[in-house]
């Protein structure tokens, strides 16, 4: 909940099974000038972290923002993988 400074504004995460659904809601005065692993927010390109390279393979964008070891972490407890090993990649939901 944002609303403290954005009146209105929220992030809404959703899990099912191995997949995460993040909804952002608000406009580009709250979050225009976010990038990242869920894109551009103006353009929804798939920049890579030196925010010009575009990706188109998901798998490959994904490995691209994984979390490295000089960046802050947000979590308790590590769990793995961590870089170098890379992320574990969802099934194929088409079987």
């Known amino acids: 909940d944002l609303s403290s400074k ?4 929220s992030i809404v995460i959703q899990l099912y099974k191995e997949f995460a ?5 608000g406009d580009a005065s709250v979050f225009g000038n976010t990038v990242g692993l869920l894109g551009d927010y103006k353009t929804g390109e798939l920049l890579a972290r030196d925010g010009s390279t575009e990706l188109t393979d998901f798998a490959e964008f994904g490995d691209e923002w994984q979390v490295l070891p000089s960046e802050p972490k ?3 407890e590590v769990a793995h993988p961590q870089f170098p090993e890379l992320c ?3 099934e194929d939901p088409r079987g």
């Open 6 to 9: 954005y009146p209105g504004a």
């Open 21 to 25: 659904r993040v909804k952002l809601n």
């Open 74 to 76: 947000i979590f308790h």
């Open 88 to 90: 574990i990649k969802p």
